[in-house]
């Protein structure tokens, strides 16, 4: 099979396709021929050896997969050979096939495309896992999500008017604000141009946010704190921007606020259970049509290292996707 390599730790440039051996499944795990798999900010990390963890090299990247399933491992009896799923995975997405675990390939709904399936577990996962389960967002709530026009942002936009709250998008230019409107942004802040906190507390009438949603970090952080309401919460979900922020704790102590880590991948391993009751949610909306994925574009898999160039470098509005197969 074909997959992405990353022999060295680097820019996306260092990538390469080569021809790989296909892999075959543990007991509890599923081979999967992927047709579309998602990217994800965390990628552009991984593969220069900045993220949480580091792969042993070489590795292909990649999490997010949507596929069909190929061969299943003996105690796997919830999906079988031919039936089209959705899952993900550590990394290992950039390829024709992957392994994936059984807890984490689920049944992809018939009506549901492969790319909008490859688009839908990190964002929508890391997104409502931030808001229902850190957070515990509650209706009447406002919600200040930094980012907003990314692939989480965008999707946390979308689940906090869902789950009834006052949401405010702050990005980067107006076209990704226009963007967020469109998925049901209350308010919009072009950080840009504006004084994040001066602009909160107008649209706030001075009460601030009651929850941060941050996948940005750099320098948005201190003043998104600074404008969070008593008992507010601010979700660290990611640090876009690069620098990971150094907070004055005495702004917790002020406002009585918690600071909150989110990370959905290891909630979703640890927490299996949990992430499927989520997914399953998430599925249901979905289905209604409540949940609309945005798709910026589709590449072909040679072209993995331009779509990571794209998101690192702020083009891309919603979801990218690679086609695999």
């Given at each position: 099979m074909k997959a992405i390599v990353c022999k060295e730790f680097g820019p996306p440039s260092t990538l390469v396709l080569e021809e790989v051996e296909s892999s075959k499944p543990k007991d509890?795990?599923?081979?999967?021929q992927v047709k579309a798999c998602g990217v994800n900010f965390p990628d552009t990390l991984i593969i220069q050896g900045l993220y949480q963890f580091k792969p042993q090299l070489p590795f292909t990247p990649?999490?997010?997969?949507?596929?069909?399933?190929?061969?299943v491992g003996e105690k796997v009896n919830h999906v079988k050979p031919g039936?089209?799923?959705f899952g993900f995975v550590m990394h290992g997405g950039y390829a024709q096939e992957v392994v994936v675990p059984g807890n984490a390939c689920?049944?992809?709904?018939?009506?549901?495309?492969?790319?909008?399936?490859?688009s839908f577990m990190m964002a929508y996962g890391t997104s409502y896992h931030a808001l229902k389960d850190r957070a515990k967002l509650q209706k009447g709530e406002t919600l200040l999500v930094l980012g907003a026009s990314g692939g989480v942002g965008l999707a946390a936009v979308e689940l906090g008017k869902l789950m009834g709250a006052t949401v405010i998008a702050a990005a980067s230019t107006?076209?990704?604000?226009?963007?967020?409107?469109?998925?049901?942004?209350?308010?919009?802040?072009n950080y840009t141009k504006e004084d994040l906190k001066t602009k909160v507390k107008e649209l706030t009438k001075g009460k601030g946010v009651d929850v941060v949603y941050d996948p940005?970090?750099?320098?948005?952080?201190?003043?998104?704190?600074?404008?969070?309401?008593?008992?507010?919460?601010?979700?660290?979900?990611?640090?876009?921007?690069?620098?990971?922020?150094?907070?004055?704790?005495?702004?917790?102590?002020?406002?009585g606020c918690a600071i909150?880590?989110?990370?959905?991948?290891?909630f979703a391993m640890k927490t299996p259970k949990k992430n499927m009751e989520n997914t399953m949610e998430?599925?249901?909306?979905?289905?209604?049509?409540?949940?609309k994925p945005h798709i910026h574009k589709i590449y072909p898999l040679a072209d993995a290292s331009v779509a990571l160039e794209d998101i690192a470098s702020r083009k891309v509005k919603g979801k990218a996707v690679i086609q695999c197969s």
């Open positions: 509890d795990e599923v081979v999967v990649g999490s997010d997969i949507a596929g069909i399933v190929k061969e039936d089209e799923v689920f049944q992809k709904p018939p009506m549901m495309q492969f790319p909008i399936a490859a107006d076209d990704k604000l226009q963007l967020c409107k469109s998925y049901g942004a209350d308010e919009i802040i940005v970090g750099g320098n948005y952080a201190e003043p998104a704190i600074r404008s969070m309401a008593w008992e507010g919460r601010y979700l660290v979900v990611g640090f876009a921007a690069g620098d990971i922020p150094k907070i004055p704790l005495n702004l917790a102590l002020l406002k909150v880590g989110v990370f959905w991948g290891s998430l599925m249901q909306w979905y289905g209604k049509g409540k949940l």
